[in-house]
């Protein structure tokens, strides 16, 4: 029995992830942009998160 | 004989005038090689290799100290979201944005400005967000790098106002806990369906305080827009579909802590978080909205954020709202008036194809009137205010608005049936309790709350949002873009059309040109073509578009002038285009003006092309199969002279009427209405505006659905026009498809009424028979629709 209760526990906190990473996406608006998401991860250069240098030119 | 044309390299535009070349590469104006030079020396190249010719033409300048509002206090505060000491958080919408290359470009922005924190792009709304450092950039050189790299930023004033919050990922947000919550309970559920031996008593109360505590967001989050909206109909003393429904919600999870909690059973939980998880779902697919279009615009987003006002010799950028009558503005070419005044300094040409659809510009003179709405093209003109922006004659169409027609608009059908099933089954409750307080008092309780569980108007609702939600989807598909699924329901009700002329039954793409005057030869012809094509504006498009094939010969010297026209040295000819002011000519003195283009070769007039509209391709087979089962009106800002055509396409019976003002068209819509029809009005321009919202429906007809439409109920893109009987048969078909579903799953509800009344509702029963009746509902309303929609080629 007390496996039962220990599987009960970890399906629900699978779905509780799941969940979890459902609202963490309408959060950063990925389902308000279909189009850019998957273009930007195309590009070769990755905008920086700090100042670029010139030494690319 | 056809010329091998080069296209710009930037912007995919033939190259006509001389030649400019940078780097190996042709370019047809300056304006685009300098946008290449700037993202050459800041190797942003990759722009030219995602896509061929990503930009857009660069031939009309944006004047230098356009910008100059942004540096004002007051609008920077309403534009900048978010700021802290060093950073400044800003969206811009850029109507430019249109291909992975503009994505590219614009993420890279600080690569051109080390200002630039980052910018991010919503390609769906067309926007950019960008943080910048305070300290290194302001959001005017922000504005002006955008505009440098071909990306003018489009601010408007309705950015003054407070953007509405988005509701609907609250919406979301409660189907995903409503989802998460229901697939848990159903799997919690089954020993308790399956049943459980007595040794496993400890278990089945883990099960069930799981499943107890797992409806408590399902019921107190999830469920809250019923309980909201049934309570704010029940205060206005109406009952809405969400009433019964926020009833049913409560009573089966009242009774289902009781159940649970005093140990009699295992309550009604899985059922209440399904029908709650999908009425969400219906609701989500019905408010499907469309990002790139917006159905609300008043003037605000027409209008320019801020203008010029001349102070004591001195311009000084002012937020709209601050002009007060006697305020001399400036306004420079390109820009909207936005507001009634009169002319004081320069000469005005006023298009005011923004408001009525016709392009050709109108020739003011000081001291005369202009209204609001009208674009100045030429030179810079000044004007003193008369009347305040809210108060001028076009935005006074949106002002005095009618709340009351509004009202109207809310009702649903689908609430006059719910209210007769609550009647019914509140009746067949008491007939129940009745029964069983003769046959046994200690049941009553039980059968009146299974009653009012298994039978909730749910499937009502479920049927309407998902069919209304499908039928939205099917139109939008093709181009007809509703607002909401309330506009399916009027336009069932519709008997009568009314229509604008310019702009929707004529296209303002292809214009019908035609030549007066001696016969053309070749060189002619090919003389004029070659000046035509160096000119951007409408009319020169519209002749160099006329003829087909031209040699193309070398133009020098061109000179265009704003208001008057466009002229050049061809071969040793000097060859004028342009307008009656400026090409003097005796011969047509006694002839009407209408939209021409006198032609004038080394200064001798030789005749002139008569640009007017064309009426929409497959208008014909349209209009003569609404007129066999509508009212038609027609009622046009235009002269008569389309009369004949249309009265002969239209029949006697329809109303004709040329000259009208914005404001009779309103009047027009709400006579009719007076007199008891349901008016749909279909028209384009902003001078339409009033009589788009007077009307039951308004469509608004866009040529692309980037374009700005007025506040409507619905948005057709023109191309569809002709497919608008096999729309409004789709929008009949709506109802029928909601009445014959819901039939199917009244069936439901009386096999679960008869174990309720019978008093043995077990809640294996009411969970076999609530999800099979919510899948059957929506196999048999999308088959249905879109069945429908394959039969019609939608």
Redesign the interface.
Known sequence: ?GV??LL?LV??SV??I??GA??WN?KS?Q??????PP??ML???A???K??TES?? | MEVAVTTCYHCGLDCVAEEIHYDDHQFCCEGCKMVYQLLNEH?LC?YYNLNDNPGKQQKIKVREDKFTFLEQDKIQQNLIHFQDETKAHVDFYLPQIHC?SC??LL??L??LN?GIV??R?????KEVSIVFLKEKTTLRTVAELLTSIGYEPYISLNQLQQQPANYQ?GL??KL??AG?CF??IM??SFPEYLGLEDS?Q??QN?FRT?IFVLAIPVFFYSAQPFFISGWKALTKRFLNIDAPIALAVLVTYARSVYEVLSGTGAGYFDSMSGIVFFMLAGRVVQQRTY?QLTFDRDFTSYFPIAVEVIKKNLTVPTALPDIKVGDTLLIHNEELIPCDGMLVKGRGHIDYSFVTGESAPVTKEMGELVYAGGKQVGGNVEMLVMREVTQSYLTRLWTNDDSAADEIKGLSFLHGISKWFTVVVFAIAILGAAYWAWADPSKILNVVTAVLIVACPCALLLVGSFTNGNILRILGRNKFYLRNAQAIEEIEKVNHIVFDKTGTLTTSIKQKVEWEGAMLSWEDESMICSLAIQSTHPMSRAIAKHFIKFDKMNVTGVVEIPGKGVSGYIDGNYVQLGSRQWIQTSELDNKKALSEVLVAINHKYIGRFIISNQFREGLSPTLSFLKKNYKISVISGDSDKDEPFLRELLGEKAILKFQQQPEDKLKYIKSVQDEGDHVMFMGDGLNDAGALKQSNVGIAIAENSNNFTPASDAILEAGSFNRMPVFIKMSKANKVIIIITFIVSVVYNVIGIYFALKGVLSPMIAAILMPSSSLSILLLTYGASNLLAKKWKL
């Open positions: 029995m039962i209760i009960l399906s629900i779905a509780a799941f969940l459902f609202i309408v608006k389902y308000e942009d279909e189009y850019s273009i930007r590009f070769d250069d905008p920086p998160k100042e670029t690319s030119k | 190797d990759t992975s994505l590219y993420e890279h600080h690569k080390d980052s910018a792009v919503n390609f769906a709304k990922k979301i947000y995903g806990v998460f697939s848990n799997l919690m496993e400890n278990l883990v799981i990002d």
